[in-house]
């Protein structure tokens, strides 16, 4: 395992893909999901995405569930297979 993989997601300002998580968590589940918080990532000990204050709502629909977060584990055996297999954290 290379260093990089160690320290990266620390490194790396996740932010900045908010509109790309935004956009593909939409298409998704079909209805308008928003971040509004902070982005976080980290690789060990179980690879996790931690998105910060998320609204989601239907299209058009002024009511939204929000969240103060939101955290995604993903199986690393199965990202190395290129199988998605994410589970709640």
Known sequence: MH???LVGPHFVDWSRYRAE?????????GLTVLVNGSVEARLLPTP???FGRIEIARRG???A???RSVS????LTAM???AENMRKA
């Open 72 to 75: 995604l584990e993903f199986s």
């Open 48 to 50: 996790t995405l931690t």
């Open 3 to 5: 260093r990089v993989d």
């Open 21 to 29: 998580f935004e956009t593909q968590a939409s298409r998704m589940t």
């Open 65 to 67: 569930l929000r969240a």
């Open 80 to 82: 190395m297979r290129g």
């Open 61 to 63: 629909d002024s009511r």
